[in-house]
């Protein structure tokens, strides 16, 4: 049975940082592209990052969707069989709740295509 858990949000002020953590079990991420989406209430949900399976050279690809570049990161520690999304300079409208999914691949449209995701950590960023 696949289950991914998110955790790690929080209330966080504008500007500070945070890191989410996806734990896979029943599945080995590495295998998969693994992302974070976020939806807010009343909104769509949107990608946020995603990284693709590891291959045979470690390497990692990456996308992040344009509001978030340059002030998050996508990482996976396949070890642990962990994703994690680490939030620098947050702002009001990162709020949201944050969501792990597998997917086939990496791009700007993983999300139509995810398989399995969690139930969610939510952000607020407030003063």
């Known amino acids: 049975q696949v289950q991914l858990e998110e955790s790690g949000g929080g209330l966080v002020q504008p500007g500070g940082s945070v890191r989410l953590s996806c734990a896979g079990s029943?599945?080995?991420?590495?295998?998969?592209?693994t992302g974070w989406f976020r939806q807010a209430p009343g909104e769509e949900r949107e990608g946020v990052a995603c990284?693709?399976?590891?291959?045979?050279?470690?390497?990692?690809?990456?996308y992040y969707v344009d509001s978030v570049k340059g002030r998050f990161t996508i990482s996976r520690d396949n070890e642990k069989n962990m994703v994690y999304l680490q939030m620098n300079k947050l702002k009001p409208e990162d709020a949201a709740d944050y969501y792990c999914?597998?997917?086939?691949?990496?791009?700007?449209?993983?999300?139509?295509?995810?398989?399995?995701w969690g139930q969610g950590t939510q952000v607020t960023v407030s003063s």
């Open positions: 999914a597998t997917a086939p691949a990496c791009s700007s449209r993983w999300t139509l295509f995810a398989a399995y």
């Open positions: 029943g599945v080995t991420l590495a295998y998969f592209t």
């Open positions: 990284i693709s399976s590891s291959d045979s050279k470690g390497d990692d690809r990456t």
